[in-house]
DNA sequence: GCCCTTTTTTAAAGCGGTTTCAGAAAAGCA
DNA sequence: TGCTTTTCTGAAACCGCTTTAAAAAAGGGC
């Protein structure tokens, strides 16, 4: 085996100096270390990263817990794996398919040193239990949880729908339909939005069926067809995402209906399909999201961090209201 | 830090016996096990994963790369999954988004030895240079590839979408349309079992679209549309998969079409969606195909390997054809 | 009690790195 | 020139675990 004591002999230094040279730190001689680069090179070595992990105490892996992978959840991982990447981290990807079981594996290699840090998405497991856990590493979470050992990226959605229904109003839309998607927690902070804004303008949202559970393409879909049959129609839609909006407004085009002059649509998260479409619809910024994550996990690790986001929706004005 | 000389000091016995008790070997005094697991439950100990690593030459991680979490792959992820915990190993997930860096990443940890083996569901970087990577630990794919370095655990297609076509002939049906992926390497091989097919029976192809790059519900809700407007209808469709054909029946039904009676619809992969809408396919075992890639992984590491599964495609006759 | 086998135990040598510490050599500066 | 400071280097001590080799204890047959 290659380790780092040979290339300490061949290179004729002591394998002090050859870690230096491979960690970059000052104070070696030029000619000594191109030598020891060059038999690094021509003997294909690398580090054994599990000695590394030993000795310096951090593997810098982190665990991502998440249900599955989901739209929402998508963008976030993605970001996510960016910004740790460049702090030389890697992430270990946990699809729970929400089962306590295979949550419990990534906390017990957290327990075991295996993983520096754990985001978890989603949890299957109680709270008190994954609160137990915080005490072999930092764990951040982007649910809302008030926890001084669990911090949370959580955002709240109440602002971000409101702007929405704003843009709506201001646009002169005063038959404003909403669909929500229910499975998670936004969606009572999108009906107190509502509400609190149908009563500020006094409007008739009377007529309208609940629509919950409305998350896919498909689902806009169906939303579009059942428009098609009304006879007092909603002039505006706002939707639970850019998925459910993007199905919605296919469909009503494919039907020939103008948008926005018939009816007005607005998503949710401003993901590439909504840039596609030309859709008007609130940003979600979980990027800056992700990266507030994952400073808050290396402050908590003891490292420099960059300084965090100010978390803020943004209106996406485009063609569809 | 509570580490196995702590435990061993408490416990009043050398590290080595502690080290034998956590490993469950034999010849320890029961009474002296007995006092160690307590002293070893008492100060909440496990042992420190990268020692282990380091000493035991292996970190029982497993890396699987995939260019997306996609249907196809979806079902082999989870299996492979669940086959590599029972034999204690954790399996990290690459999505790499088809960019060469991000797969390099994977192939880079096998390198360093942070991972045991990989298993490339697909590929970014070209075959040679994903080879010479083997020479770190084994590799494994799913992909058609001959290469003594890299075992596959290929299925070739040809056989398994003629069990359908045929299956399709033996009900009556002579006027059937082909629907393909396109993505991917199976539709050669589909087409050119549609065209043995087609000339064995002296079958009439003609007047039919050429579909490709259908792979999805929505995909299957327009072919549904388009088969509406038809005057000269083909009498069966056989889909590239599950989703597509289950987006196709559920829209064709919505129309009030009959099904098998005015066209008979086949899917392929036998998805939890087929068995929900009872839809003819070709079972595709993924779940024996992921215990294969494990079990070569295993033999190639020098552990026990449970036996290979004999891979084979089989018509899962339901109520759509 | 003696000899041989089996069970139990430990000291010590790694696994492959990083880091401290002390010292040597070189450079800077009155 | 002598003295301080900076640059460079390597021996050795770890990090926390497993495993080997050998010693000690126990058991069994005579």
Chains 1, 2 share one sequence.
């Not at 990534?106 to 993983?115: C, G, H, P, Y």
């Amino acid at each position: 085996m290659t380790n780092i004591r040979e290339i300490a002999r061949l290179a004729g230094v002591s394998t002090a100096t050859v870690s230096r040279v491979i960690n970059d730190h000052p104070y070696v001689n030029e000619e000594k270390r191109q030598k020891v680069l060059e038999i690094i090179r021509r003997l294909d070595y690398v580090p054994n990263s599990s000695a590394t992990s030993l000795k310096k105490g951090m593997t810098r892996i982190v665990g991502v817990v998440s249900g599955a992978y989901t739209t929402s959840s998508t963008p976030f991982i993605q970001a996510f794996n960016i910004i740790a990447q460049q702090h030389g981290f890697h992430v270990m990807l946990f699809l729970t398919d929400n089962d306590c079981g295979k949550e419990l594996v990534a906390l017990e290699m957290l327990r075991s040193k295996q993983l520096d840090a754990l985001v978890c998405l989603h949890r299957a497991n109680e709270w008190p239990i994954i609160e137990s856990y915080t005490k072999y590493g930092p764990i951040v979470t982007w649910q809302r949880l008030v926890s001084e050992h669990i911090p949370s990226v959580f955002m709240d959605q109440y602002q971000g729908y409101m702007l929405g229904l704003e843009h709506l109003y201001a646009r002169g839309y005063r038959r404003i339909m909403n669909v929500y998607s229910s499975k998670g927690l936004n969606t009572p902070q999108r009906m107190r939005a509502y509400d609190d804004f149908s009563k500020k303008y006094r409007l008739d949202d009377s007529g309208f069926p609940d629509l919950h559970g409305k998350v896919s393409i498909t689902d806009g879909e169906h939303i579009a067809r059942w428009w098609l049959e009304q006879t007092d129609k909603p002039d505006a839609i706002a939707c639970s995402n850019d998925d459910v909006a993007a199905g919605l407004l296919t469909e009503l085009k494919r039907a020939g209906v103008s948008i926005p002059g018939e009816v007005a649509i607005m998503g949710f998260d401003n993901n590439n399909l909504a840039r596609l479409l030309d859709l008007t619809t609130v940003h979600y910024p979980s990027d800056q999201q992700a990266e507030n994550a994952f400073a808050i996990l290396l402050d908590r690790l003891g490292q420099q961090a960059p300084p965090l986001h100010t978390l803020e929706f943004e209106l996406i004005e485009r063609a569809s209201t």
